[in-house]
């Protein structure tokens, strides 16, 4: 829980806006140029901040360097409140533009559920495919609902 000090000098809890405002600048901090991706839980923890509670669903990309830092996080594609379209050659100019040697996706679920769907994973076997050509990798796909679920804990991509 995050506490404020009043001008008594007297604390209090803080309104759930001011502390998902500070829980953003953190993750926009965390997911700056040249910050390292030192674990899945990291990249789950911040992206979720990113994506978690818009009415709409988002499709973003955490596009990295051979020693996994940070190039670029941006949000690719924006859709309704069920679906995204997402363009695969997009992606792939973005990652070619930044020289990506690897890339996470994520996406959320306005819904709340994280649990990635058949053309969830459809689309990142076919993202797979066509960024294998050009020698960038996938290192996860996190759906992002009320928490986020990584396609590399569950098994649907191989790290």
């Known amino acids: 829980m995050l506490f404020m000090k009043d001008q008594d000098g007297k604390y209090h809890p803080a309104p759930k806006e001011m502390v998902l405002t500070a829980a953003n600048k953190l993750s926009g901090y965390q997911l700056r140029r040249g910050s390292h991706i030192i674990s899945a839980d990291l990249a789950k923890t911040v992206i979720?901040?990113?994506?978690?509670?818009?009415?709409?669903?988002?499709?973003?990309?955490?596009?990295?360097?051979?020693q996994h830092r940070i190039l670029s996080f941006q949000e690719m594609f924006r859709g309704s409140i069920h679906h995204t379209a997402v363009h695969p050659r997009e992606i792939v100019k973005e990652a070619l533009l930044l020289n990506a040697s690897a890339v996470i996706l994520a996406h959320n679920h306005p819904s709340g559920n994280s649990q990635p769907s058949?053309?969830?994973?459809?689309?990142?076997?076919?993202?797979k495919d066509i960024l294998d050509v050009v020698e960038v990798k996938i290192l996860d796909h996190m759906v992002v609902g009320d928490d986020v679920t990584a396609f590399t804990d569950v098994g649907l991509l191989k790290p």
């Open 118 to 127: 058949k053309e969830d994973i459809f689309l990142t076997n076919t993202l």
């Open 48 to 66: 979720g901040y990113k994506l978690q509670g818009r009415q709409q669903e988002v499709f973003a990309c955490l596009f990295l360097d051979t």
